[in-house]
């Protein structure tokens, strides 16, 4: 009887959004009046910081800074159309739609401010900072608090935009059975060490090495919040959390945080985070969906460190010491 | 139901309210009183959320009768900034990204002081053992960790 140490691998390909009847979000955008932005969203903000990505992707489209943009996303009944905040595909469903809102709305606001400094509106940039110039005369500029006031004052134009994107249903080949089930994938490979006890079955994880490969970071703070966090997650998920741990049959199911087997700070592993940028090419500004990816390869990697560590293939999550110990004494016989 | 008196200091304030008997501290805070800072995660002592400070002592408000707490000193996190100026931990909370949905985050912040005060430069271990009653589904801790402790150097009590 021996503690054994064990390294595994992983690596995983995980789809942005789903496939099923198509899956689309809309989204809309308008300036009050003194040039604030406004995204109108039924997307919901779990704790990932989606307003927060959504305010940067529509102040870099209309060209003002994130401060200016206000994202609502009070109401899923009277917001426009949005499948939800899963499946990954917050960011780059919800964010490809407020691109097209902002845009519509960035060309209205330079008509008005075209009229306003009597150029043509093709003629027009923004600098970042809540300005309209003409190119190559910025001398020749208004401000969008000014252009937001004549549009709704003066020119009676709504500065605003409809957005709406849609990945459609993709159906199976009859005869090949082939088919497009996402149009992004996010990828990741993790190692783990772990040791495990061959007398009481018990694994601890030493270190959990992780590659993430995301397409843009949009936000790289919140990105390492999300990998950091889900890197944990699937720790949790390799070694202690079910909530049914003999399914199909449902007794011992944890009913509260007592029964129910949830790994405090006490419990971490040395862990690395690794991101890779390889921007997507329909993905907002390049972004794919990293939320549920990243909590998934620690699974294999650990199932694969058991395996080096003791010899037994543990194929039913989560790695319980009953599991391993079971296992090992079916080798033994 | 018979109602019974409370008062207590909240936060540097008086509160006098009448409770019916047997309400807990987390309700009485959060749905008489108004302070929804302390949150009710599992209603049983298991998950932190609703931690408070209680004559300077960490405690599960949820297990707690409001009526035992007459004459105490509570404090929770809404109390923590003075004057719009955040507390340190907070602080250290937004700079380290050490919160996602944020529905741990009063009850990690409460624990995190309580050791602060009794340990105002604490290791790694320290901070580890003061946070082991509180349950986070989001961040994996270490976030939290490394904010609990950078709030102890941001102490000038604390510098080297």
Redesign the interface.
Known sequence: MAIRRGRGVAAINYPTGMNLGGDPTQALVHSTPTGNFMVTLSSVD????MKQIMAQICAETIGVPTDRVVVDTADTDTGPHCMGTFASRGTHRAGNAVIQAAREARQVMLEVAAEELEVNASDLETDGQGNILVKGAPQKSISIFDVALSAHFKRGRSISGRGMFLIPRSYPEKETGAMKPSTCYAHACTVAEVEVDDETGEVTVLTVKNVFEIGRALNP??V??QL??????GISHALYETTEPYYPNRDHGGT???QYL?P???D?AE?EIIVLERPSADGPYGAKGPGEMCANPQMPAVANAVFDAVGVRIDTLPITPERILRALKAQAN | MAKVPVQFTLNGSEKAEFIDSGTTLLNALRDKIGDTSPKGGCHQGTCGACSVIIDGELRLSCLMLAETCNGATITTTSGLAVGGVLHPLQRAFLDTFATQCGFCTPGMIMAAKVLLDHTPNPSREDVVEALSGNICRCTGYEPIIRAVLAAARANPQNAA
């Open positions: 779990l704790g990932q910081g703070k919140m390492e919040q950091v966090g889900g890197s944990w997650m509260d945080f007592n949830m405090g700070p006490g971490l862990t």
